[in-house]
């Protein structure tokens, strides 16, 4: 069974930069759909960043400051968060979808002081 780990949440200053990683067991990150979702206090949770096939896709909120990208090397799927804001404060959850399922970490949180 795919379990996914994420990490590299924690509490930061708007402006800053954060990289969030999720490893996977019994799975190899690639050429599967893939991506990031958050959920914020009181929100539903919402789309980010996907990754397909080397074809990516941004959230409007994090079109120009975020970047998904795979690292084969070490088998991980991050995001770099880049000029956070507070409205980014979430619970950040990796997911990828293979073999007609899919399948979520537990999220890792990110929070954004102003």
């Known amino acids: 069974e795919v379990q996914l780990l994420e990490s590299g949440g924690g509490l930061v200053q708007a402006g800053d930069s954060l990289i969030l990683s999720c490893t996977a067991s019994s799975f190899t990150f690639d050429d599967v759909p893939m991506g990031w979702f958050r959920e914020a206090p009181g929100k539903e949770r919402e789309g980010v960043a996907t990754?397909?096939?080397?074809?990516?896709f941004y959230a409007s909120s994090a079109k120009g400051r975020f970047a998904i990208y795979s690292d084969n090397a070490e088998n991980t799927l991050n995001l770099q968060l880049n000029s956070l804001k507070p409205e980014d404060t979430a619970v950040y959850y990796c997911?990828?979808?293979?073999?007609?399922?899919?399948?979520w970490g537990n999220g890792t949180l990110v929070t954004v002081s102003s």
């Open positions: 997911t990828i979808n293979t073999h007609g399922m899919d399948y």
């Open positions: 990754l397909t096939r080397g074809m990516t």
